[in-house]
């Protein structure tokens, strides 16, 4: 075989193995949204979201309180963390050269990359250890921490994006700093920063880690902030490592739940960026 | 006057944000170390390399824990980044145009499903599966450290297949980032030289090796802290083995069994203290990455800028 004939064929053989890594990559996809659709679908009813969880022996039942947890979970996190998260991304996008902004900015990449176990310990001391009771504020704050790192990057990104001659309008316009930034720069980039304040709240939606014990479980339904609190991801993870095949099956149906609450979330994101990105084109 | 004080203030006010966000990074670290400082005081160095974690006599040692963290984390590399690289290249050097948003977006698909979501398909799908393969495995190759070991489906090897597909989707699309950004003209220089489709997409790789380092340390820390998924399957028994039947422990899994069970404050202290040593671990891969990544995409906006640039031929055509 020719020099050339053989670097051909490798060069065949490694364009193909490529197209196989994205097989084997979309393969696991598959077979879980597969799992979850088929298992979680078939076990999902009205009692799921209306009952509470039955007690050991008793079939049926289902994730009411959970469910309502997992959303005040949610909002306690983006209470703490959208406004601090977008004026943290405010400062960024304004002072972008300042040495401070580049540690900041860093600082955010690092703690987006820090385990949320880690987190979770931080808000445990934080909350929980001071009035020695696991509380949803506490998981809230845990939450909340995993979210500022992605509010900050993003709003920072989306407002680098607004035109340069819009806050050069105010100025001249006499506005200050202050006003160019609130009345006309932020405004332009709020739906697109929405956006991505959907993405983050996506992702700590499926938080369980830092939930363990901070929030902890609750087998009653509560909305009391200050009570341990059920959630979504905490019940998923004690059905599924129980022994009994009914709760197994709750289990597919909270994480069935979960999933297309998460899935729905970003892709109305992503088609929110696609209409964003059609509307800026000159 | 006013407004340059107006001006001033709004500094000032906003900058109060970016501060907070430095004070939760030291925060974390603060709170690690002095909520462990029992653990550090009582054992000091050895609880790096102590082998035994027994609550009830107080005696703890964490090696088992870092052993299995660093053991899975790497498993789980070697089979994560030959794919997660494969998806890089395909995508942005060899499919066709109108696949690559809808690939783009099943493969970052996979970042977006929740860790209990794969430990729940670990326990009931995978597991079984990878039990029904370690039965099949034939008298000989037990003889080998790696697969020797009881087949009961949990553990080490199960752990590493679902990390590694969970970590995918974070080198790759690093990874993706990085060729999109390497000039044209690297591949087209490749190419004049009488390179082949894939000696040039070498090429490309090789400028941007700097960031494909960055992209796979991305992956392995995400892989080093991630809980859920793999405290359902690995078996959570502190075992050092380099068995791949065995089950093991890793540190954030140890965390989230025994941390509401933690009844003392030395056995709260040493768990905080794994903590500790997760977040130290985790810093320095995420810093170490974020630097290569960092200075990768600065060696291309330089280049950008340089009057021989070239222009996208893709661009031209839309």
Redesign the interface.
């Given at each position: 075989m020719s020099y050339v004939t053989r670097?051909?064929i490798?060069?065949?053989v490694?364009?193909i193995?490529?197209?196989?890594?994205?097989i084997?990559?979309?393969l696991?996809?598959a077979?879980?949204l597969f799992?979850?659709l088929s298992?979680g679908a078939s076990s999902l009813n009205l009692a799921f979201f209306t009952q509470m969880p039955k007690p050991v022996g008793e079939t049926g039942g289902g994730m009411a309180n959970a469910i309502v947890g997992t959303l005040i979970l949610i909002g306690l996190a983006a209470l703490f963390a959208v406004p601090?998260?977008m004026?943290?991304g405010?400062?960024?996008s304004?002072?972008s050269n300042s040495p401070?902004?580049s540690?900041?900015r860093?600082?955010?990449?690092?703690?987006n990359?820090?385990?949320?176990?880690?987190?979770g310990?931080?808000a445990?001391?934080?909350v929980v250890?001071p009035v020695r009771r696991f509380s949803a504020l506490a998981g809230g704050v845990a939450l909340g921490?995993l979210m500022?790192?992605i509010v900050?990057r993003t709003t920072e990104e989306l407002l680098r994006l607004v035109p340069g001659g819009l806050r050069e309008g105010a100025l001249a316009l006499g506005a200050?700093?202050?006003r160019a930034?609130f009345s006309v720069i932020v405004p332009a980039a709020l739906p697109g920063i929405l956006t991505g304040i959907l993405v983050a709240i996506?992702?700590v939606?499926?938080?369980?880690?830092p939930l363990?014990?901070t929030s902890?479980n609750n087998h009653f339904f509560t909305t009391n902030i200050m009570q341990p609190m059920s959630s979504l991801?905490v019940q998923?993870?004690t059905y599924?490592?129980s022994p009994y095949e009914d709760w197994?099956r709750q289990?597919?149906a909270g994480?069935f739940l979960?999933?297309l609450i998460?899935?729905s979330l970003?892709i109305a994101a992503?088609l929110a960026v696609r209409r964003l990105e059609r509307m800026n084109r000159p | 006057m006013r407004r340059s004080s107006d001006d001033r203030w709004f500094r000032i006010g906003t900058g109060v944000f970016p501060a907070l966000v430095l004070a939760i990074a030291a925060g974390i670290a603060y709170e690690l170390t002095t909520d462990s400082m029992l653990s550090i005081r009582k054992f000091g160095l050895s609880f790096w390399t102590g082998k035994t974690w027994d609550p009830v006599s107080g005696v703890f040692g964490g090696y088992p824990f870092i052993w299995g963290t660093l053991y899975s984390s790497i498993l789980a590399l070697i089979l994560s980044t030959p794919i997660a690289l494969g998806i890089a290249i395909f995508i942005s050097e060899l499919s066709p145009r109108m696949l690559r948003t809808p690939l783009t977006y099943l493969t970052e698909l996979l970042a977006a499903i929740p860790s209990i979501v794969y430990g729940l398909w670990g326990i009931f799908v995978l597991t079984p599966l990878i039990r029904k393969l370690e039965v099949l495995t034939p008298d000989w190759l037990k003889k080998v450290p790696l697969f020797s070991g009881p087949p009961v489906g949990v553990g080490m090897g199960t752990a590493a297949v679902i990390l590694s597909i969970m970590v995918v989707p974070f080198t790759s699309s690093v990874a993706r980032e990085i060729l999109k950004n390497v000039p044209v003209a690297q591949r087209e220089a490749a190419y004049a030289l009488g390179a082949t489709r894939w000696e040039a997409i070498k090429v490309a790789i090789g400028y941007g090796k700097t960031g494909m380092i960055g992209a796979i340390m991305l992956g392995l820390g995400r892989a080093l802290g991630e809980t859920m998924a793999v405290t359902m399957v690995i078996g959570n028994a502190p075992i050092v083995s380099l068995s791949l039947f065995k089950p093991q422990y890793t540190m954030a899994a140890v965390i989230a069994n025994e941390f509401t069970e933690a009844a003392d404050e030395l056995y709260l202290h040493a768990l905080i203290e794994i903590g500790l040593l997760l977040f130290i671990i985790t810093i320095v891969v995420n810093v170490l990455s974020r630097l290569l990544i960092w200075t990768a995409t600065r060696r291309f906006a330089r280049v950008i800028v340089m009057p021989a640039a070239v222009e996208e031929p893709e661009e031209a055509v839309a």
């Open positions: 670097r051909k490798v060069s065949r490694m364009e193995l490529c197209g196989v890594a994205v084997l990559a979309l696991p996809l077979a879980i799992y979850v298992q601090v998260g004026l943290c405010i400062h960024l304004e002072y401070f902004s540690v900041v860093f600082a955010a990449d690092v703690l990359g820090v385990p949320s176990i880690v987190v310990i931080f445990y001391g934080l250890l921490l500022i790192p900050v200050t700093r202050r930034v996506a992702r939606a499926g938080e369980t880690a363990l014990f902890f991801t998923v993870y599924a490592i197994h289990a597919w994480a979960l999933v998460i899935l970003s992503r | -």
